[in-house]
């Protein structure tokens, strides 16, 4: 994705050169930094730099055709008010002023927002930098490859049958591949291809309880084998149907743990679709680690989330663990991350035929641990209500930080309704 910044004036108004190129110059290196920038003078809009997204910066006034035939060569356009107090220097702010870039920009707005999908207007730097790295997560997530590891689990009842659905909605491509092909890789798996998966996890836990080193090194196989199939494919996310593994004799909880802890890419378990999407999405907007989890019902109107997947550097640094087995098969090793409480969690999924997304504010809180998957975290939703009458499907995607605002934003450029 790449965005143009174009500086737009008219030589009408400024008949300084000079400090018209000092201005130019000044407001190039406070929002673009190093980004594609062109001053464009009385309507010179040949040859514009090719991109994804348009800032367009009013300078003056006698430029509005100016900018809406650029806006026509972008897919999106974001119109910043560069002239607001605040924005750029007293000099700057006041010299565009006298040139009537206040009411150029209101004048571009009201066309542009009505015709054009995927226009936006930003009143200072943070609302420009914080848009800009939204369109920038919508393009990134179209063109995105999902690789969809074997058949969906048949009690992940919430994703689309079909799979065009997911790829004419984000403009994805979904990837099918038998579950074989990854069993294969883990059963060639050389203890030399696991080593650096065993040294981190075994670095990086502070314990073991019920597997055995041995387990650890076909744990590790496996993880080798789900990071090799997904580079293979030049994979950004997988969906991975995870149970019919087991008969490998081994699990893949500690694959998906490095995978969306470790690497650039993200992968949700039980062939889960819609949360993969749903991750792919998050993963855009955060900068921290991203968990996939089961809602268990708490008396108290909170929820005790869990799964045997957590990345260990949740929140940016490594978290306490222990290796334990897999809840459901007692065989293999997973994941029991000491999550803390008092952190703000964002907890999204897509689905409906991915037509619609829940978002969910909370914090997580202390809470008895259950018997049920290995990492559990304790929530308290803001609403609770809302996450239960809005519910759309069993896992929940958790961000650890509040990005509710960032995903309602990023989900309505794909038509998403949010709940």
């Given at each position: 994705m790449k965005t143009v910044y174009l500086f737009f004036a008219a030589s009408r108004y400024w008949q300084d050169t000079a400090m018209l190129n000092e201005t130019y110059k000044e407001l190039c290196m406070d929002i673009a930094e190093n980004s594609c920038c062109r001053l464009v003078v009385d309507g010179d809009t040949q040859n514009l730099p090719e991109g994804d997204c348009l800032v367009a910066v009013p300078m003056?006034?006698?430029?509005?055709?100016?900018?809406?035939?650029?806006?026509?060569?972008?897919e999106s356009t974001i119109l910043y008010g560069a002239y607001i107090r605040g924005n750029a220097s007293p000099e700057a702010c006041n010299e565009m002023l006298r040139c009537n870039a206040a009411p150029t920009l209101m004048d571009v707005w009201a066309v542009l927002h009505r015709t054009k999908?995927?226009?936006?207007?930003?009143?200072?730097?943070?609302?420009?930098?914080?848009?800009?790295?939204?369109?920038?997560?919508?393009?990134?997530?179209?063109?995105?490859?999902?690789?969809?590891?074997?058949?969906t689990e048949p009690w992940v009842i919430s994703n689309a049958d079909d799979a065009s659905i997911y790829e004419e909605r984000f403009g994805i491509k979904i990837r099918c591949i038998s579950q074989e092909e990854l069993a294969l890789l883990y059963r060639e798996a050389t203890r030399k291809q696991a080593e650096p998966y065993y040294v981190h996890f075994k670095t990086s836990s502070t314990g073991c309880r019920e597997p055995d080193d041995d387990d650890l090194w076909n744990a590790s196989r496996m993880a080798w084998a789900i990071v090799t199939v997904m580079k293979r494919y030049e994979a950004d996310a997988a969906a991975l149907a995870c149970f019919n593994l087991l008969?490998?004799?081994?699990?893949?909880?500690?694959?998906?743990?490095?995978?969306?802890?470790?690497?650039?890419?993200?992968?949700?378990?039980?062939?889960?679709?819609?949360?993969a999407v749903t991750m792919l999405l998050m993963k855009q907007l955060t900068s921290m680690k991203l968990w996939m989890a089961n809602p268990g019902l708490q008396p108290d109107d909170t929820v005790n989330f869990s799964h045997c997947t957590s990345p260990i550097c949740c929140m940016g640094k490594k978290l306490p663990c222990i290796l334990r087995n897999h809840h459901e098969s007692g065989i293999g090793v997973s994941l029991q991350v000491d999550i803390p409480t008092g952190i703000p969690v964002t907890a999204c999924r897509i689905s409906d035929n991915a037509s619609k997304i829940t978002v969910n504010s909370g914090t997580s809180i202390p809470g008895e641990y259950e018997n049920a998957c290995r990492t559990q975290m304790h929530v308290r939703f803001e609403d609770m209500k809302h996450y239960i009458m809005t519910a759309l499907g069993c896992h929940q995607v958790f961000a650890f930080e509040d990005i509710s605002e960032d995903v309602k934003e990023l989900a309505g450029l794909f038509g998403l309704e949010v709940l």
């Open positions: 003056s006034g006698a430029v509005q055709k100016n900018i809406l035939e650029a806006a026509s060569h972008y999908q995927r226009t936006f207007l930003c009143l200072n730097k943070e609302e420009l930098r914080k848009r800009v790295h939204i369109v920038e997560a919508y393009f990134k997530i179209r063109g995105a490859t999902v690789l969809k590891i074997g058949q008969k490998e004799g081994t699990n893949s909880c500690l694959g998906v743990s490095y995978v969306n802890d470790c690497t650039d890419m993200i992968v949700s378990c039980e062939g889960d679709v819609d949360s």
